[in-house]
């Protein structure tokens, strides 16, 4: 598991020629990291006013962050999992006209599932940039550059799963999938302007 790795074996797998890990997974490490920023500013004692809303507003979010935190980094292997079924049916053989159907077939499957799972990180990335705000306004003064970086870690994932998805939609065969896949993250990007 990509997760497991130490960071300089992570980075190996990321600069290796092989086609996983790639984008997906980095956008996910990137929203593994925001989450993470987000839960020790959230976590840290002193909050931007010292006020029982301050805390509050940060312990109800603490949870979230955390979850969303796991969640990325189940999708960093998630990703490079999916591409790897892309990869797969590629190779599945194509001599006869049923073969070439099977593989057709094949090919649809695994390209909607990877589009699926970026498309999962682009919905995880929405929300931490959501809770960005939340921790900005109510968190440490004094780590107002942390909460900085998490947002910018966040819009990272959610860029670099959208680039994923886009790049992935054609290949699903599914023109009604496309179009709603295409919808959301419109929909996502504009919840997080």
């Given at each position: ?9 992570l ?32 976590a840290m ?19 979230q ?9 189940t999708l ?6 999916s ?22 077939a ?12 970026p498309l ?13 705000r ?32 886009e790049?992935?939609?054609?290949g699903t065969g ?18 997080m302007?």
């Amino acid at each position: 598991m990509l997760a497991n790795k130490t960071l300089n074996d992570l980075l190996d797998a990321f600069a290796s020629p092989a086609p996983t890990p790639g984008g997906g997974s980095a956008s996910a490490l990137a929203g593994a990291l925001s989450a993470s920023l987000l839960a020790m500013v959230a976590a840290m004692p002193k909050t931007s006013h010292g006020t029982p809303e301050d805390r509050a507003a940060l312990d109800a979010i603490h949870p979230q962050l955390l979850a969303l935190k796991t969640e990325m980094v189940t999708l960093i292997d998630r990703d490079a999992a999916s591409y790897d079924e892309v990869v797969a049916a590629y190779r599945l053989p194509k001599a006869t006209d049923a073969e070439k159907a099977a593989r057709k077939a094949a090919i649809g499957r695994a390209m909607r599932l990877a589009t699926d799972v970026p498309l999962e990180t682009a919905r995880a990335a929405a929300k931490l940039v959501g809770h960005c705000r939340v921790v900005a306004e109510h968190g440490n003064p004094n780590a107002k550059s942390d909460a900085g970086v998490a947002e910018s870690m966040a819009r990272t994932a959610f860029a670099g799963a959208s680039l994923n998805v886009e790049t992935n939609l054609d290949g699903t065969g599914d023109p009604a999938f496309a179009e709603q896949a295409r919808t959301e993250l419109a929909a996502l990007k504009k919840q997080m302007a």
